[in-house]
C-alpha cells in the first residue's frame, strides 16, 4: 500500500478523540480547515519523499492541527510588549494611547455611537466638531478637519488649494517617508504640478520669489522630520514664505509631519517644531500627524485658516479619506488631555520626558528579578532609545537596557520565543545579546517581562 493511500479519512479522524478533544475547543469549520490542511500538507511531503510513515498515525497529526489551530486563534492585532528603546514604533502601531483615550474606546466601541446626530435637536451634525473644537483650542486655529493619516492630509490639501497648478517646494524638502512614499508621488496624484527650488541644501527667499508666476497656487514647505541636512545648509525661514505668499496672493502650507502641540523634552527634543507657533506665523494650513508626537491614533490634521480648511473639507477627496468613529473618539480623548494641561498622561511624552537616573533604577531592580531565575543571566547597561517613525531622526536618548540571557538559548532564539509567546515581547539584538530597554517599557510591564522569562527559563 503506498503512503498516500494510508492517509486517514478524515471522517475516521474526526471520530478519533484526540480531535473529540480538540472538537471541544475549536469550532467544526475551524477544525475542518486545519485537519485538511495539514492532510495536503502529508500529501505534498509523501510526493516528495521526505515523509516518516509514523506522522500518518491519528496520535501524531492531531498535534500538529491543534498547533495550527492555536496559532490560527491568536489575533493579528493582538498586544505587544515594546522593550526595543523605539518609542513609535511603526511596526508596533507607533504611539501607544493613554488610558483616558483606550476607557473612551471601551465606553462607545461596542455599541451605537453619537457620531453625525446632534442630541440636542436629533438631527444631523458634523462628525469632527469634537476633534474640531480641542484642535482650535490647544493649536490656536480658526478651523481643523481630520483624515486618516498625514500622507492624506497632504493630498487633500494639494488636490483642494492647487490642483492643475504649480506648487512651489525646495528641493531639499522632496522627502520619502516610510513605505517608499514620496512628496513628489503624493504631488502627482493630487493634480498639482511639482516645480522645484534652489538646491538640496540651500534654497533661499529669492529662489522661490524668482519662480514666482501666475501659474503658481501654493507655497509648500515640508518639515524634513525623518532626515536631516547638516553642515553648509540655508533655508527660507516659514515667516519669509508667510511674507512671500501674502505679497503674491499664494496660500502657504506647513507639512509639519510629526506635529508636536507641546515641547516632548529638554535637549535636542526642544527644537522639534511645534504646531502653535508654526500657526501663529500666518501660514494658511499646516498639517501633522495623529500618532507620532501628538500621540494619538493614526491621523492627519489639517488645521489653519477657516476659508482654506473649508475648501479642503468640500472637496470629494475628503470623504474618501476621513476617518471612522474609532479615530475620533480617541483623538478626541488625547487632545482633550492637552486642553487640560495633562499632557504627561500621554505615553510617548511621559516616556520621552522619563528621567535616565529612574530608568538606571528601574533596570537594575529588572536585572535583579531576572538573576533569582534559574538558567538566566541579566545586568543593567547604558543604552540609547530613539523617538522613531521618524521623528527626530538626529536626536537619541540616554536609556538604560537589560542584557538578558538565558542558558541553552542563543540571542535569537530566545528574541524569537519571547515574540512567540502571550504577550509577545519585543526586544532588540545588540553585540549578540537581547536588550530589553527600560524607556519604552510601560507601567507594570517589566514585571510582565520576567514572567515571559520565567516561562522560557
Known amino acids: 500500500m503506498s503512503l498516500l493511500a494510508r492517509i486517514p479519512a478524515v471522517d475516521r479522524l474526526l471520530a478519533h478523540p484526540d480531535f473529540l478533544a480538540l472538537e471541544q475547543r475549536f469550532s467544526r469549520p475551524e477544525l475542518l480547515s486545519a485537519l ?14 521526505s ?56 465606553a462607545t466601541a461596542g455599541g451605537a455611537q453619537r457620531v453625525e446626530i ?8 458634523g462628525r469632527e466638531e469634537g476633534c474640531r473644537r480641542f484642535l482650535v483650542e490647544v493649536t490656536g486655529c480658526e478651523d481643523a478637519c481630520v483624515v486618516n493619516n498625514n500622507a492624506g492630509a497632504t493630498l487633500l490639501i494639494l488636490a483642494a488649494l492647487a490642483r492643475g497648478r504649480k506648487v512651489l517646494i525646495s528641493r531639499g524638502e522632496l522627502v520619502e517617508i516610510g513605505g517608499s512614499f514620496r512628496i513628489p508621488d503624493v504631488m502627482a496624484e493630487s493634480g498639482a504640478l511639482l516645480t522645484e527650488v534652489g538646491t538640496t541644501n540651500r534654497t533661499r527667499l529669492a529662489d522661490y520669489r524668482r519662480a514666482l508666476d501666475a501659474e503658481v497656487g501654493l507655497l509648500l514647505k515640508v518639515h524634513p522630520s525623518n532626515y536631516r541636512i547638516q553642515g553648509f545648509t540655508e533655508e527660507a525661514s516659514l515667516e519669509e514664505l508667510v511674507t512671500l505668499g501674502s505679497e503674491a496672493g499664494v496660500p502657504v ?3 509639519l509631519g510629526s506635529g508636536s502641540l507641546v515641547a516632548p523634552g529638554a535637549g535636542g527634543l526642544a527644537s522639534e517644531p511645534l504646531v502653535r507657533p508654526a500657526l501663529a506665523s500666518g501660514v494658511d494650513l499646516v498639517c501633522f500627524s495623529g500618532d507620532k508626537l501628538l500621540g494619538g491614533p493614526q491621523a492627519g490634521i489639517v488645521a489653519g485658516r477657516r476659508e482654506a480648511v473649508e475648501r479642503c473639507r468640500r472637496h470629494p477627496l475628503f470623504r474618501a479619506l476621513r476617518p471612522g468613529r474609532l479615530v475620533y473618539t480617541a483623538l478626541e480623548a488625547t487632545l482633550r488631555l492637552y486642553a487640560r494641561g495633562e499632557e504627561t498622561a500621554i505615553p510617548v511624552l511621559r516616556a520621552m520626558r522619563a528621567d535616565p ?6 533596570a537594575q531592580r529588572l536585572a535583579r528579578s531576572f538573576s ?57 539584538i545588540e553585540d549578540g545579546a537581547v536588550l530589553l530597554d ?10 510582565e517581562v520576567v514572567g515571559r522569562v520565567r516561562a522560557l527559563a
Open 253 to 255: 502650507v506647513y507639512d
Open 51 to 106: 515523509l516518516d510513515p509514523d506522522r500518518l498515525a491519528p496520535e501524531a497529526i492531531a498535534p500538529a492541527v491543534a498547533a495550527a489551530l492555536q496559532l490560527r486563534s491568536r489575533p493579528s492585532y493582538r498586544r505587544v510588549i515594546n522593550a526595543t528603546g523605539v518609542l513609535l514604533h511603526t511596526g508596533l502601531g507607533r504611539a501607544p494611547l493613554a488610558k483616558e483615550a483606550v476607557e473612551a474606546l471601551a
Open 36 to 49: 485538511r490542511a495539514q492532510l495536503e500538507g502529508l500529501r505534498a511531503e509523501i510526493r516528495a519523499g
Open 118 to 125: 446632534e442630541l440636542e435637536s436629533g438631527e444631523r451634525g
Open 357 to 362: 537616573l529612574e530608568l538606571r533604577r528601574a
Open 372 to 428: 533569582k531565575l534559574p538558567g538566566v543571566d541579566a545586568y543593567a547597561e547604558p543604552s540609547e532609545a530613539q523617538a522613531g517613525s521618524g521623528s527626530l531622526p538626529t536626536v537619541t536618548l540616554p536609556s538604560w537596557a537589560v542584557r538578558l540571557e538565558v542558558a541553552g538559548l542563543s540571542s535569537t532564539e530566545l528574541a524569537r520565543r519571547l515574540r512567540q509567546g502571550e504577550p509577545a515581547v519585543m526586544a532588540r
Open 438 to 447: 527600560l524607556r519604552s517599557l510601560g507601567p507594570g510591564e517589566p514585571a
